[in-house]
């Protein structure tokens, strides 16, 4: 699918499968603008009829198709509904345009153009950027395992009509690397458990820096994970016949700014000892969302060219119920000396996470670091499943986080790092112990397990995507399964960090 813009005179003369116009509403009544007026002229005030028998009134995401029958060079004119424009979120475009691929695949448009339209609440450029970087991301499947897929129509090209000359060549660029980065975390969450282990996981951390400039892939093996001392990881990894990996990417764009991102690699979630229900488990392979938007957000930064120095690390392991597995009760040492009092097998995440913290502690010297993790079923009953939570120490990181979210429509709310919740995570035999006697406020022990672990006096910044990285139900903007959610806003936060 390829985005242009076109600077136009005159509608009727536009030769294209398909016309889109986005049409807001004002109150019950649909807003016909000027221009398609006049267009209906020429089709015998067709638009005008299918309007009024449909008792058409714009709602937001929904449709009319009217066939031109030859009055026209257009074959079909598509008018979108965007709802009252007092009441729309700025999110709109994007999922409209979502929809709006969906329905042209449908309709067998190959070409077709966007007319004019005034952006509501955003500017022109932006609501244009939305509406095309919706379609992209509404055009995703993942139909490797479907024997029978359907023939696929293809949208060739998308024309935004401007009154005035404006090029978004660049920002149509930029959105179609971002959707190949979604895309890359999408498929490996998708792919069944079994064929994404803590070695395909590796797998993919080498191919990407194989294929990129400026990048390099260390991959510690299960004994060399045991020379760090990564006492939790190995834990963790305990419980299954496969081996854990921890995987160092490095991205070096030059500059000075030292940025670590983490993220949770469970590729498969059991709960171990302490088993989760069958219904809790189908979606387990999820578990590694954190790593795959890390995998992701690496897999384009050599196209994207960031200033900057990117440190991607990734703990992964299974966390299953094996011989060996560790039993409620075990403690284990962590990668900086602390002692880990393992009370709840399930609450693994934040183990092999406060390792990884603890080798970066270590070996980087980050300016920011940044965590993503499938990290509590608490943050879900929180927030649902379209808001992630947003834990950070320092003000200004939590600002540009926030900045980048909302520019690219992605939900985050801030939960407190609570000092006086610290001292439920006490332990009587070990330094801490990774879950509390009460179940109340699990997002925040989580968040505050890994304080624990952070290197002193550095920026961070914990993002619990539990809700948001799996989708239970097909969506606008994904289908059933991993979402990629969090890459849009990192991709953004680090361009802005550059
Ligand atoms: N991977 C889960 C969290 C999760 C839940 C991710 C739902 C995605 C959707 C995590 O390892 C876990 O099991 N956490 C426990 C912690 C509890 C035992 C303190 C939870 O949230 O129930
Ligand atoms: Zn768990
Ligand atoms: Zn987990």
């Known amino acids: 699918m390829k985005f242009i813009t076109t600077h136009f005179h005159s509608l009727d003369k536009v030769i294209t499968d398909a016309q889109v116009f986005f049409i807001r509403a ?32 714009a709602k937001e995401r929904t449709h009319i198709v009217i066939h031109t029958h030859g009055s026209i060079p257009t074959r079909l004119i598509v008018l979108i509904g965007l709802g009252d ?26 070409n077709c153009t966007i007319a004019p339209f005034s952006g509501i609440p955003l500017s022109l450029e932006h609501s244009i950027q939305d509406i095309a970087f919706g379609m992209l991301l509404g055009d995703y499947e993942f139909v490797k395992y479907k024997k029978e897929s359907k023939e696929k129509h293809q949208i060739e090209s998308v024309s935004f009509l401007t009154i005035q000359p404006l090029d978004l060549h660049s920002n ?11 895309f890359y975390a999408r498929d490996i969450v998708n792919e069944p458990p079994s064929n994404m282990t803590p070695s395909h996981v590796a797998d993919k951390a080498i191919s990407i820096a ?46 000075d700014k030292v940025i670590t991102l983490v993220g949770k690699g469970v590729t498969f979630d059991s709960g171990g000892l302490s088993l989760k229900p069958s219904k809790a488990m189908e979606t387990m392979k999820c578990d590694m969302a954190g790593a795959a938007l890390v995998l992701g957000v690496f897999s384009v930064l ?48 934040r183990i092999i996470l406060a390792d990884a913290l603890s080798y970066a502690e270590k070996n980087i010297q980050s300016n920011q670091i940044i965590d993503v993790a499938t990290l509590t079923g608490a943050c879900v009953i929180a927030l649902g499943e379209e808001i992630a939570g947003l834990f950070c120490n320092d003000a200004a990181l939590k600002q540009s986080i926030q900045t980048s979210a909302t520019s ?25 112990k990774n879950i509390a006697t009460v179940r109340y406020g699990g997002a925040i022990l989580a968040a505050l397990f ?26 606008d903007l994904s289908p059933y399964g991993g979402t990629g959610f969090g890459v849009r806003t990192i991709l953004d936060f680090l361009l802005t960090e550059d």
């Open 172 to 182: 149509f660029e930029r959105m179609e690397i971002f959707s190949q980065a979604v």
């Open 450 to 475: 890994l304080k624990a672990f952070v290197p002193k006096d550095t920026p961070w910044a914990h993002i619990d995507i539990a809700g948001p990285a799996f989708a239970e139900k097909d969506t």
């Open 85 to 110: 424009s007092e009441k729309a979120d700025a999110g709109i475009y994007l999922k409209v345009g979502a929809r709006l691929v969906k329905l042209l695949k449908k309709l067998r448009v190959t």
């Open 210 to 255: 194989d294929s990129s400039s400026h990048m390099t892939a260390k991959i510690f093996s299960k004994n060399e994970i045991e020379e760090l001392e990564m006492g939790g990881l190995l834990a963790i990894a305990r419980g299954s016949s496969e081996e854990p990996k921890f995987i160092h990417l490095t991205y070096n764009g030059g500059g």
């Open 26 to 57: 004002n109150g019950t009544e649909a807003i016909i603008p000027e221009e398609l007026h006049l267009l209906d002229t020429s089709l015998n005030k067709s638009i005008h009829t299918v309007i009024q028998t449909e008792q058409w009134n």
């Open 408 to 432: 690219t429509h992605e939900s985050l709310w801030e939960l407190p790092l609570a000092q006086e919740y610290e001292s439920m995570l006490s332990s009587h035999i070990a330094d801490i």
């Open 302 to 349: 050599s196209k994207l060219k960031p200033n900057i120095i990117v440190h991607g690390l990734i703990p992964t392991t299974e966390n299953m119920p094996g011989t060996h597995a560790i039993k409620p009760g075990d403690v284990v040492t962590s990668m900086n000396g602390k002692t880990i009092e393992i009370l709840n097998t399930d609450a693994e995440g």
